[in-house]
């Protein structure tokens, strides 16, 4: 993967090579864009995501409800004027408590794919 920070245009390019992203035309593909963060000691079932807690501490974002299946994107790319908005988007899920490898998509927030 190669990062680009070009800040005289106000954008980064993600270069990835199409192997890491399956078979197909991406021409026919939707996309999701998040920003996480990345965690060298993720809590269990997150996959090296960093973690988001209901307030901020070293090493931890903060703004999270009380829910063990609560979204860890920090924040979400969308078209202009999308709704709901990206806040109500990401805080429509069943709250849960139970451990997050128990857990189907439908146990988190949805959030709409991107079409190039």
Excluded: C
């Amino acid at each position: 993967m190669k990062i680009i920070v070009d800040p005289g245009q106000k954008a980064v390019v993600i270069r990835i090579p199409l192997i890491f992203l399956g078979e197909g035309n991406p021409a026919d593909w939707t996309y999701a864009g998040v920003v996480l963060g990345q965690e060298g000691y993720p809590s269990e079932g997150v996959w090296r995501v960093r973690d988001v807690e209901m307030n901020a501490a070293q090493w931890r974002f903060g703004g999270a409800p009380s829910a063990r299946n609560h979204t860890r994107i920090i924040d979400l790319i969308l078209p202009e004027d999308t709704q709901p908005d990206q806040a109500t988007l990401l805080a429509d899920f069943p709250v849960s408590q139970g451990s997050v490898d128990s857990l189907s998509p439908d146990d988190f927030a949805q959030i709409p794919m991107l079409i190039p």
